[in-house]
């Protein structure tokens, strides 16, 4: 038996015991459990939440909530106008590949794009999904392949198994 073997056994067995003990303490003391009890998470749920609710009333997450609720359209309105002044902010986070991965592609079709045949020099290189992250493709090696940029963005999300 290997020392991690023992040391498992070990605990097991000591962890029943004490698990066995406190069952046995909790049977012989039914008041003391009981206060234990009294102090558990549950008690009084409905009273912690209505104090969770006037927390956040006071703090006007409700009147946030209402509001997005009410008006959709300006909500709408306010998120596409954050999109548009941290545009560069939110693509870089968006951005699922990175730099490692992106060259082990071009590598690996040997800076060729895979539609046309055209090479590195002449022209701007992309990697691109063979099954569109649109219609529920990974971002594994396997679903990428090189493409240039017009292939790319005249292919868009569409799968060409499909054509």
């Known amino acids: ?16 015991e004490e698990i066995r003990k406190s069952i046995e303490w909790a049977r ?3 008041e003391k459990t ?3 009890n009294n102090r558990s998470y549950y008690k009084n ?5 209505e104090k969770k609710k006037k927390y956040y009333k006071n703090k006007g997450y409700l009147k946030l909530a209402e509001y997005r609720k009410n008006n959709p359209e300006k909500v709408a309105k306010w998120k596409r106008d954050y ?7 939110i693509k870089a986070k ?10 082990d592609i071009l590598n690996r079709d040997n800076f060729t794009c ?4 055209r090479k590195a020099p002449d022209v701007v290189l992309e990697i691109d999904h063979i099954y569109p992250k649109s219609l529920g493709g990974k971002n594994v090696p396997e679903n990428y392949k090189t493409a240039c940029v017009d292939c790319n963005s005249g292919k868009r999300d569409i799968l060409l198994t499909l054509l």
């Open 94 to 103: 968006q951005r699922k590949t990175n730099r490692r991965l992106r060259f």
């Open 1 to 16: 038996m290997t020392t991690k073997e023992y040391n498992k056994q070990y605990y097991l067995k000591h962890r029943k």
């Open 45 to 49: 749920r409905a009273e912690r939440l």
């Open 28 to 30: 012989e003391n039914p």
């Open 83 to 89: 999109y548009q002044r941290h545009k560069e902010e």
């Open 34 to 36: 009981k206060i234990i």
């Open 114 to 117: 895979q539609y046309c045949g």
